[in-house]
């Protein structure tokens, strides 16, 4: 008889408070992390009846999707009707609510780290992706074997994203870099020098940052001799980047038919790990607490 191995997990801190009428998804917001959000969507539209949804249920099941990466038309029934909660999240990326929200969050977010509200430095790098049968803009990307389209993104030092941009897989990844910047630029005008892979190593791209944006574009590179994955200094903040987005299985692919619609669940994606960031979603205990429960199961 085959035998069967219990699987050992550590068990899970205790939720922040969430006060709903039903059990809580794991990727449902927190009283706190609402009141953050709550004030930044936009009000009801004046005229005609009353808004009846609520939009707390609203973002959570945009974040479900986005989590769980399953379909609209798949979202459990605790959430509103699948039309109305795809209705809103296109409304928001139409009208710029999710950009606006997230630029809204990243000061706040780097103050509450201690940093200046503003970064003075980046990094810039691209991740090829798979696509779906869902139509769309798609091209080969020659080395990464990757039949799809391409992410390219603008960190500051702490990992958050600045600017993004989704093209096809086909397109160079320093042809993808001046519209990254040039929108990089846009909302971070104080950045001063951009971290960057060998392959932007282009003198025409390096003479555009610095005429056009008023950046040091440097290159870090690692030695021929190195081979395998290496952490380079300056631009691994990037790759863990890429390591936070990967956590969403709605990103694991690109699942979207327009480009603007997987640029919006990249930054919905980012909005949530800033808000998790603000407001934890777990009570998870302080170092002192945790020696003191080890020394008294020890007595």
């Not at 605790?78 to 969050?105: K, S």
């Not at 971070?188 to 892979?197: Q, R």
């Not at 395998?228 to 890429?242: H, I, N, Q």
Request: proline share 7%; hydrophobic share 35%; glycine share 6%.
């Amino acid at each position: 008889m085959p035998r069967s191995y219990k699987r050992r997990t550590a068990p899970r801190p205790p939720r922040t408070t969430t006060t709903q009428p039903r059990r809580a998804y794991a990727t449902d917001l927190t009283d706190a992390q609402w009141e953050i959000l709550r004030t930044q969507l936009p009000p009801a539209p004046g005229g005609g009846r009353p808004r009846t949804t609520n939009l707390r249920e609203v973002v959570n099941a945009i974040l479900y999707v986005l989590r769980t990466g399953c379909a609209w038309h798949l979202l459990p029934h605790d959430f509103p009707p699948p039309g109305t909660v795809y209705d809103y999240f296109r409304q928001w990326r139409r009208n710029g609510t999710i950009a606006r929200i997230h630029e809204a969050l990243r000061p706040v977010v780097r103050e509450a780290s201690e940093h200046d509200a503003e970064p003075s430095a980046a990094s810039l790098d691209s991740q090829s992706v798979k696509t779906t049968e869902v139509g769309g803009i798609k091209g080969f990307d020659a080395g990464k074997k990757v039949k799809g389209r391409k992410r390219h993104i603008v960190v500051d030092t702490l990992g958050l994203l600045i600017a993004v941009v989704v093209t096809s897989a086909n397109v160079q990844d320093y042809h993808g870099a001046k519209p990254t910047l040039r929108k990089a630029k846009e909302r971070s005008p104080g950045l001063k020098v951009v971290w960057v892979d060998g392959i932007y190593e282009k003198e025409w791209l390096i003479d555009w940052a610095r005429s056009e944006c008023g950046w040091e574009l440097q290159v870090v590179k690692r030695t021929d001799k190195e081979k395998g994955f290496k952490v380079l200094p300056k631009r691994w903040v990037v790759e863990r980047t890429f390591g936070w987005l990967g956590r969403y299985r709605r990103l694991s692919k690109d699942y979207e038919k327009l480009t603007e619609t997987s640029e919006a669940m990249i930054q919905l994606a980012m909005i949530h790990i800033m808000l998790r960031r603000l407001e934890p979603t777990c009570q998870y205990p302080l170092a002192s607490q945790k020696a003191g429960d080890e020394s008294s199961q020890a007595a």
